[in-house]
C-alpha cells in the first residue's frame, strides 16, 4: 500500500489543522492505521492511532484531548484534527500501516508502510 500526507502548514499556537492520509490499495480498510511525528533532532514519535473499522482510537498523552484520529474507508483516507496546537507540536508528520490490526501498538518499527512526511509548524 502506498500512503501520500498532507494538510500540514504554519499555523499559530491554539490554531487547528487537519491532516489527511490516503492510501492506495484495496486492502486499506483492513489495516490499523497511525500518525507519528518527528521534530527536528528527535526520534520519531507516535502520535495516535485508529483500529481498521475506525471503532477503536489510541493517542499519546501529550495530544489526548486536543487530537482526533478518524477513518474513512470509502475514500481510504485516514485523518488527524489537530487542535489547540502549541509550539511543541511543530514536526514532520507522517502516516502509517500496520497489516496486524492491533491498534495500540506505539513502536514505528512494528508498522509497516509510511508516508512521506507533512511539516506541521505553530509559532508561539
Known amino acids: 500500500v502506498q500512503l501520500q500526507a498532507s494538510g500540514g502548514g504554519l499555523v499559530q499556537a491554539e490554531g487547528s489543522l487537519r491532516l489527511s492520509c490516503a492510501a492506495s490499495?484495496?486492502?486499506?480498510?483492513?489495516?490499523?492505521m497511525g500518525w507519528f511525528r518527528q521534530a527536528p533532532g528527535k526520534e520519531r514519535e507516535f502520535v495516535a492511532a485508529?483500529?481498521?473499522?475506525?471503532?477503536?482510537?489510541y493517542y499519546a498523552d501529550s495530544v489526548k484531548g486536543r487530537f482526533t484520529i478518524s477513518r474513512d474507508n470509502a475514500k481510504n483516507t485516514v485523518y488527524l484534527q489537530m487542535n489547540s496546537l502549541k509550539p511543541e507540536d511543530t514536526a514532520v508528520y507522517y502516516c502509517?500501516?500496520?497489516?496486524?490490526?492491533?491498534?495500540?501498538?506505539?513502536?514505528?518499527?512494528?508498522?509497516?508502510?509510511w508516508g512521506q512526511g507533512t511539516q506541521v509548524t505553530v509559532s508561539s
Open positions: 502509517a500501516a500496520r497489516r496486524v490490526n492491533s491498534y495500540t501498538v506505539t513502536s514505528r518499527y512494528e508498522y509497516d508502510y
Open positions: 490499495g484495496r486492502t486499506f480498510s483492513s489495516y490499523a
Open positions: 485508529i483500529n481498521w473499522n475506525g471503532g477503536s482510537t
